[in-house]
């Protein structure tokens, strides 16, 4: 493979199969909103599902286990619309089954 080819990961959760992949996804998908992790972060608050700056750097990077609470203030500190939710929710259940999930 050419070093210079670059993989296009869309900004979308259909097909990722592991951590790593379903981090790719959250990382097109802050690029394709523009948002920064202080960003992200600012809005998750403003949307009332505050997480860190650090979480989400732990969510796009695929580091520990992460818990829906934090996957749904990233998604709505990128804005997006709870009826998108949805897919990244169904996809981050089959990513990280019930046992590999941070506890509350």
């Known amino acids: 493979m050419n070093p210079a080819v670059k993989t296009i990961v869309p900004p979308d959760p ?3 199969a592991t951590p790593v992949e379903f981090a790719g996804r959250l990382r ?6 523009r948002r ?3 960003s992200v972060a600012r ?3 403003d949307a009332g ?3 860190s700056r650090a979480t989400v750097h732990n969510l796009i990077t695929g580091g520990g286990n992460p ?3 934090s996957l749904l203030g990233f998604l709505r500190g990128c804005g997006v619309p709870p009826r998108e939710q949805i897919r990244w929710l169904i996809t981050f259940h089959d990513v ?3 046992g590999r999930r941070s506890q509350p």
């Open 14 to 16: 259909t097909g990722a």
């Open 28 to 33: 097109a998908l802050m690029a394709m909103r």
């Open 36 to 38: 920064t992790l202080d």
């Open 43 to 45: 809005r998750s608050r």
């Open 49 to 51: 599902t505050p997480i």
């Open 67 to 69: 818990r829906q609470e």
């Open 96 to 98: 990280y089954p019930e």
